[in-house]
């Protein structure tokens, strides 16, 4: 079973694949069946797919996470959003629930909170 340091880690690695672009590694981060529940779809392309989508409206576009809280398999995450060019200055936040399994991510809730930068 992973520690709460091991997830947090791959939560940390998740969002360092979407700063540096590097989407073909969430295949990594994730289990077979992953199930994002925010885009009701199954597997990791279609995150990838919501990732490219985001970069093609907001190329500067970065999360940072601000806390991460671990209870068992589960993974509670609040990120900023930068780079999405709002104006003054207000930056949309990132809530989002993580189910572990074996290591990776098998299930992803999600909400925005502020601006909107979904779609």
Not at 34 to 58: N, Q
Request: charged content about 30%.
């Amino acid at each position: 079973m992973a520690t709460p340091d091991d997830i947090r880690a791959l939560i940390l690695c998740m969002q360092e694949c979407f700063n540096t672009r590097q989407f073909d590694r969430f295949d990594d981060l994730v289990v077979p069946g992953f199930y994002s529940h925010a885009l009701r779809a199954a597997g990791a392309e279609a995150g990838k797919t919501a990732w490219r989508e985001l970069v093609s409206r907001f190329p500067d576009i970065r999360v940072v996470a601000e806390d991460i809280l671990v209870d068992g398999d589960k993974v509670a995450v609040r990120s900023s959003v930068e780079g999405t060019g709002e104006p003054g200055g207000a930056r949309p936040m990132l809530l989002e629930i993580f189910r572990i399994d074996d290591g990776r991510l098998a299930e992803m809730w999600g909400l925005t909170e502020g601006p909107r930068v979904g779609r």
